[in-house]
């Protein structure tokens, strides 16, 4: 943990944050209060569909536009909460026809097209289990993630069927019914999805869930080994609706655009239901990134809260300052990442172009929502994940040799981020992995498998993944400090950096840098780098070698996958690579 800058925010007085004090809110929140603030169900049940959509039909907000959905095409079409509610009861309808019933699995393999949503909150409405899958996935990913969910009804289009879905349908016995979005012939054993919707009734009273019935079935990104199943219940609704007024600080009025595909758990919780829960107008854009269009996208939506990822924001930096210096992105308000550690150089870079920083937060598919922020109010440290959101209760423990755990309270020592159970998304199994589920519980700590470290103002520093720490000559070396030096030196657009065995060190570290655009790789630009990490880290910490790469792999949500290239440096298995994205 160095000592940085700080950046003191100023609230803007028209549109003070929902958090107007991170310490009183902190001791006066509840979860309970926080479920009072939703309407629930008669009889004391909950849905998070209807919290999202329904709910504001009821109180007289239907004609806002729930969804602006930017087609590939250049399409724009808006879809408002009363026709939201009618689609999905429509689905829910359709459903029930097809003898779906509660806790059933219903998956998705769709792109960012607004049947996708219909079909997530549709089947949350049916009482149904949804479960996401990205739709780059290939037929064994899709296979392995159907195969573990069970899933009774599948969603996607004829293409995706063909080429992703019928090669392995014989092994899925459960898949009885695939319903098929778009025009065209339906593929043999499919039926189409708007014929059904056609036939089905639209006053489909959403079904009276408990707020312990399952509701979402979300893989995780696979970034350490093969994708679990984290399962979450209805109840999650009421974290996915706080955290989105407290960590994004979301209001009514805003125009929220979530960049993430809701293939992953941030897409779903922050791309479909909690902006939802809130009330706001959601921009969704077919297309992938690019960074013209994005800007576009920002400045002629005027988005006003933008929420994206660490690989996203650096694939902006590599696009220059001055790309996004041509467009007219004064409404922005709000700036949120997630899913990755976002370096200093990152939010300084955003805080500079866009006259705002982005606002790191730390969450995982097991925990559903946002659990450390930096927020709206107070100050900004970049490079810094921020503070526990009201309700969280977050520290750091160490593993004693017995197994049970430490406090770790000293400021700034590295130990494990871990979390006092209770949140209301915190997942409620790994599906078919309950010994597995259990070993995160130790000692009445949620064990994150993260590592971190606490300052004296309350604000976690992600050190690494566990898995991913380098020992080196007696030193615990994170690999986010080493890259986050290295993308400080001009030439470098990103890092990745791992320890390899060394006979008298132990392990050293080993750096995988991409250049930004106009640096070519030397001898002379690697000595410089190395040079640049030296004074920065010290020579204990700083990479032994440095190798320039085109790319870095990644996982299809974006994450370096540090495991891959240590695999390929030592020539072991490659293990689970099914969420990798196109890479050689
Ligand atoms: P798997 O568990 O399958 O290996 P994964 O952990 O990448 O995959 P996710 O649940 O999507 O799957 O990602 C959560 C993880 O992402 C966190 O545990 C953390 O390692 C990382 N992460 C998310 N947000 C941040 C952040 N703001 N700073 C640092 N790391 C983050
Ligand atoms: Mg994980």
Redesign the pocket.
């Known amino acids: 943990m160095t000592a940085r800058t700080v950046i003191h925010q100023k609230n803007d007085p028209k549109c003070p944050p929902n958090m107007d004090d991170y310490g009183a809110v902190r001791a006066r929140f509840t979860w309970e209060g926080a479920r009072r603030t939703l309407d629930g169900l008669a009889g004391g049940g909950l849905n998070i569909a209807y919290e999202a959509v329904d709910r504001h039909v009821r109180h007289g907000k239907g004609d806002k536009t729930a969804i602006r959905w930017l087609a590939k095409s250049g399409e724009v079409t808006d879809i408002s909460y009363a026709e939201l509610k009618t689609r999905t009861a429509r689905f829910a309808a359709a459903l029930e026809s097809l003898g779906v019933k509660k806790g059933d699995r219903v998956f998705a393999l769709l792109g960012r097209v607004p049947e996708l949503y219909i079909t997530a909150l549709g089947t949350l409405k049916r009482g149904a289990v949804f479960s996401p899958l990205f739709s780059a996935f290939g037929p064994e990913p899709v296979k392995a993630r159907m195969g573990i969910g069970e899933g009774q009804v599948l969603v996607t289009t004829a293409q995706y069927y063909r080429k992703k879905v019928a090669p392995i349908r014989a092994d899925l016995p459960k898949l009885t019914h695939v319903l098929i979005v778009g025009d065209g012939d339906l593929p043999e054993g499919t039926q189409s999805f708007d014929g059904l919707m056609k036939r089905a009734r639209d006053d489909f009273e959403t079904v009276t869930t408990q707020e312990e019935d399952p509701a979402l079935l979300h893989f995780?990104?696979?970034?350490?080994?093969k994708?679990?199943g984290a399962i979450h219940v209805h109840q999650a609704v009421v974290a996915h609706h706080a955290t989105a007024e407290l960590a994004l600080d979301l209001h009514e009025s805003d125009i929220l655009w979530c960049t993430a595909d809701p293939g992953?758990?941030t897409g779903t919780s922050y791309g479909i239901i909690a902006p939802l829960t809130i009330g706001v107008t959601m921009i969704i854009d077919e297309a992938e990134f690019d960074a013209e269009r994005w800007y576009k996208t920002l400045q002629d939506q005027k988005v006003t809260v933008w929420y994206s990822a660490p690989t996203a924001i650096r694939m902006l930096m590599k696009t220059g300052a001055d790309l996004a210096k041509g467009y007219d992105l004064m409404s922005l308000r709000f700036l949120a990442s997630?899913?990755?550690?976002?370096n200093a150089e990152a939010v300084l870079w955003s805080n500079d172009v866009f006259g705002k920083p982005f606002h790191?937060?730390?969450?995982?598919?097991?925990t559903g929502a946002i659990m450390i922020a930096n927020f709206a109010v107070g100050d900004v440290k970049p490079g810094s994940?921020g503070r526990p959101l009201p309700g969280v209760d977050a520290g750091i423990v160490d593993r004693e040799a017995d197994g049970s755990l430490k406090d770790v309270t000293e400021t700034g020592a590295v130990g494990e981020l871990a979390l006092r159970p209770g949140w209301p998304s915190m997942f409620r199994g790994y599906l078919h992995e309950e010994e597995r589920y259990k070993k995160c519980f130790v000692d009445g700590w949620y064990l994150?498998?993260?590592l971190a470290m606490r300052d004296a103002d309350g604000y976690f520093w992600?050190v690494g993944?566990a898995d991913d720490m380098i020992k080196s000559s007696g030193h615990l070396i994170g690999p986010f400090e080493v890259e986050s030096a290295l993308v400080e030196h001009p030439a470098v657009a990103e890092a990745a950096v791992i320890g390899i065995p060394d006979e008298r060190a132990g392990e050293v570290v080993k750096a995988y840098v991409t250049l930004h655009h106009g640096y070519e790789a030397s001898d002379e630009l690697e000595r410089d780098i190395m040079a640049h990490a030296r004074r920065a880290l010290g020579s204990a910490v700083a990479p032994r070698l440095i190798t320039f790469a085109a790319d870095l792999p990644k996982?299809r949500?974006g994450?370096i996958m540090r495991r891959l290239l240590k695999a390929r440096e030592l020539g072991l298995p490659e293990g689970d690579t099914s969420t990798l994205e196109t890479f050689s």
């Open positions: 995780t990104s696979g970034t350490t080994g994708p679990k992953w758990v997630v899913g990755e550690p976002l790191d937060n730390w969450w995982q598919t097991e994940m994150t498998g993260d992600f993944r996982t949500s994450k």
